[in-house]
């Protein structure tokens, strides 16, 4: 009892220092009401039977959006909207065990996803928000009290190898950010998007085609038991472009671009959208007169903004820190272990900390306080996370060698401490800065590529131009087209690719796919371009995230930056899709005329 009432008394004490920080926010109706019922929660939540809260946070988010699309020159959507939502984590215990990183194998199937996060009023009404904080409190409670007390039961019988604390202990942080006014026009977004949809209207063996735009603003409020504190503004626009169409054979060959700004200035000037989407259009009808690809084994050349979608889907992923959660049947930690390795989105680079993962002459530099790289924006900065860790640089790989890796406060293995990346539900790269101190000119690979192929009595090289939407954009397009018509089926394909003769010629292929490719392959990387490229793209966070922390992070995909010269590997594996693919349409598009 007396441990209690010592924590109780140092919670407030720190709420009570950090009072004159508030003063210049005191006509914050919401950021009075989130302070006032953590002061009256720190204090008296506490039931005779449960264990008492160590650790709450409190979150609000107010986002406004609008999301508008078009085909053909068409709006088919157009929906602003305003919401509030609150987000509460509770952990009972302390620091080293406490109610998370935990997963009972008979209530797996019915988690609820949406743990802790609620609908708040958009009025600022002092008395509705602090009812709602009161209530989603208290469920939450209730519900990490009984997942303690599962867990402590399931784990008491279990020798664990190691022992790893569930939460790291951090210095509170105070960050305020002012409030912008970024509001978004309909009408000019709906104007946009049908100007640049409007070219594939002169395609018609495009089958399908898009283009959206989506802009948000979300406000964010935080402040947890602990003492931290922050306010975060942050304005966004999306920009996609999505294109379809098949081959004789079925083939689906499928194109996106994605923009991303933090105002609508950054997307580009409208002819230059519409450009792209002309481009696209085009690029998706040689393809499907391309010849199709052959299994090769051999050196490949990713080219520019390809070599950074490789890097992003193939090795990001693996920098970071995520464990699996314990359970009550450790038959169930196999599975949800193996399973996360088949779908690519549990795995991590944590063992090979020390050994090297790129070649000697390559090191890797997360900075997610740098705003543009040699005047490209970097999309993925911010200046604190939604643990309310300040971020810094971080170097992960240095002479190849890897350091570290990135972490949230939920520690793993020889990671004890976070590095300021929890983003969403978990550890997210910000801005990776790939560079090497050996480089060569385009041509002069592009001679290294020959003279390889050459070495292994090949025909012919690979050049990977564009590698398509086969990570993140995949997995989100799976999902959207599960309910549509079966003409539209997700592929794994790379998107631009050439055969690269000896004498300099390029023959365009399509229907090639990436066999195997992973993190290890990076080793193996022989030579590297002098000229990087910026490439941005949402990023989906290790899903085992999900049961090792609070869902009270932001709930949105984050965004990183990848700054990646062309690259040269000595040996990659390459197959032809094979399907099944569906029918072609049965008669041609009504856009191709009788």
């Known amino acids: ?78 929906n602003p909207a305003h919401t509030r939502i609150i987000g509460v984590e509770v952990r009972v215990g302390d620091y080293a065990f406490d109610n998370s990183n935990y997963v009972s194998a008979d209530s797996f199937g019915g988690m609820g996803m949406g743990a802790g996060v609620s609908q708040g009023p958009i009025d600022d009404d002092y008395q509705q928000i602090r009812r709602q904080l009161w209530l989603t409190t208290d469920m939450q409670y209730k519900r990490a009290a009984e997942e303690f007390s599962a867990k402590k039961a399931a784990l008491a019988n279990r020798k664990r190898s190691e022992s790893i604390a569930d939460f790291s202990k951090e210095s509170p942080a105070t960050v305020f950010a002012s409030r912008n006014d970024v509001k978004a026009d309909p009408a000019t977004l709906e104007q946009l998007v049908r100007e640049v949809s409007l070219p594939f209207k002169q395609m018609p063996e495009v089958v399908t085609s898009s283009a959206q735009i989506e802009f948000k603003n979300i406000y964010t409020r935080y402040l947890n038991s602990e003492g931290s504190v922050f306010t975060r503004s942050q304005a966004s626009y999306i920009l996609r472009i999505d294109a379809e169409t098949q081959s004789a054979d079925g083939l689906p060959i499928h194109d996106s671009v994605q923009l991303f700004g933090r105002s609508i200035a950054d997307l580009s000037g409208k002819n230059d959208l519409v450009a792209k989407a002309r481009e696209m259009g085009q690029r998706l009808e040689k393809l499907r007169a391309a010849s199709s690809a052959e299994r090769y084994n051999g050196p490949v050349l990713f080219e520019d903004e390809a070599a950074a979608e490789i890097f992003a889907q193939a090795f990001a992923p693996g920098l970071v820190a995520s464990r699996i959660p314990d359970s009550d049947d450790p038959r169930f930690e196999v599975f949800f272990k193996q399973m996360l390795s088949q779908i690519g989105l549990g795995g991590n680079l944590l063992g090979r900390i020390g050994g090297r993962v790129l070649p000697d002459s390559m090191d890797l530099l997360d900075d997610p306080r740098a705003q543009d790289y040699k005047g490209s924006r970097l999309a993925g900065s911010y200046e604190i996370d939604d643990d309310a860790v300040p971020s810094h640089q971080t170097k992960l790989v240095e002479k190849g060698t890897l350091k570290t890796l990135l972490a949230s406060r939920v520690p793993v293995r020889t990671i004890s401490q976070s590095s300021g990346s929890r983003r969403s539900l978990g550890a997210v790269p910000s801005n990776l800065i790939l560079t090497s101190d050996k480089t060569s000119s385009n041509a002069e690979l592009r001679q290294e590529l020959l003279r390889r192929v050459k070495q292994h009595g090949l025909d012919y090289g690979i050049i990977v131009r564009r590698a398509g939407a086969n990570g993140v954009n995949s997995i989100m397009r799976t999902a959207a087209m599960m309910g549509q018509s079966p003409q539209s089926t997700p592929s794994s394909t790379l998107l631009e690719v050439y055969k690269l003769f000896p004498d300099g010629h390029e023959e365009a292929i399509k229907g090639a796919e990436l066999s195997d490719m992973n993190a290890a392959a990076f080793r193996d990387i022989v030579a590297a371009g002098d000229k990087p490229v910026v490439f941005n793209q949402q990023f989906i966070p290790n899903i085992n995230s999900i049961f090792t922390m609070g869902m009270a992070g932001g709930l949105d995909l984050p965004v990183a930056s990848f700054v990646v010269p062309t690259l040269l590997f000595e040996e990659v594996s390459l197959t032809k899709a094979e399907g099944p693919f569906p029918a072609p349409p049965a008669s041609r598009p009504p856009l191709a005329g009788n």
Not at 3 to 23: D, H
């Open 1 to 78: 009892m007396k441990r209690f009432s010592q924590i109780t008394s140092n919670l407030l004490l720190t709420l009570w220092l950090v009072l004159p920080v508030y003063a210049q926010n005191k006509d914050d109706v919401v950021m009075k009401a989130m302070k006032d019922e953590l002061t009256r929660t720190t204090s008296q939540l506490r039931m005779d039977t449960l264990e008492k809260p160590y650790f709450i946070s409190y979150r609000v988010d107010d986002l406004d959006s609008t999301v508008v699309s078009a085909t053909l020159g068409s709006v088919t959507q157009s």
